[in-house]
T-cell receptor, first 113, second 114 residues
């Protein structure tokens, strides 16, 4: 069935370092890949997304790369700050109507001052 | 913050009872999706409503049912509650069209089943 694997489950970095979270999806028809940040007790917040016709997208300190052949996509956060500490979820969907999101298991990122 | 709202914020029920959760979509969005998020896990897709019709369903039993109204707000109903139904229930709204499927989440309803 459809599945998204996310690694690592926990990640601890020093402030200013980079953080990388990786996801692999199983459904080759997936064409939309969002990333959400969820702080404790809060809603998942969309931070960046990418579609299958693009290999890389960047928004300030956040970037996402997609390798469709390998069915692999990654989130890169540079110059991490303590406020980046949260749980990050990757997801994949076929997009368009009925595009249910299949989520990874989440990565708990801790940025130490 | 997104324009997606949910009510109630918290709810405590006992096994066997029924519950109704509500979601108001962001202005202009005609698609609402519901997810169940157990503690420490990623959200799991329950179902999606597009223009008042169910438009996809995840691996949840029939006691999970839903509704979407003409103003695109939505309800999630769960009958015969079980202990494992305890979770955060999230709804997400989207525009529902080609390349307009970005989903924006509400704050969730925390359901506890005793």
């Amino acid at each position: 069935g459809e599945n998204v694997e996310q690694h690592p489950s926990t990640l601890s970095v020093q402030e200013g370092d980079s953080a990388v979270i990786k996801c692999t999806y199983s459904d080759s028809a997936s064409n939309y890949f969002p990333w959400y940040k969820q702080e404790l007790g809060k809603r998942p917040q969309l931070i960046i997304d990418i579609r299958s016709n693009v290999g890389e997208k960047k928004d300030q300190r956040i970037a996402v790369t997609l390798n469709k052949t390998a069915k692999h996509f990654s989130l890169h956060i540079t110059e991490t700050q303590p406020e980046d500490s949260a749980v990050y979820f990757c997801a994949a969907s076929r997009g368009n109507q009925g595009g249910k999101l299949i989520f990874g298991q989440g990565t708990e990122l801790s940025v130490k001052p | 913050e997104t324009g997606v709202t949910q009510s109630p914020t918290h709810l405590i029920k006992t096994r066997g009872q029924q519950v109704t959760l509500r979601c108001s979509s962001q202005s202009g969005h005609n698609t609402v999706s519901w997810y169940q998020q157990a503690l420490g896990q990623g959200p799991q897709f329950i179902f999606q409503y597009y223009r008042e019709e169910e438009n996809g369903r995840g691996n949840f039993p029939p006691r999970f049912s839903g509704l979407q109204f003409p103003n695109y707000s939505s309800e999630l109903n769960v009958n015969a509650l079980e202990l494992d139904d305890s979770a955060l229930y999230l709804c997400a709204s989207s525009l529902g069209g080609l390349n307009t499927d970005t989903q924006y989440f509400g704050p969730g309803t925390r359901l506890t089943v005793l």
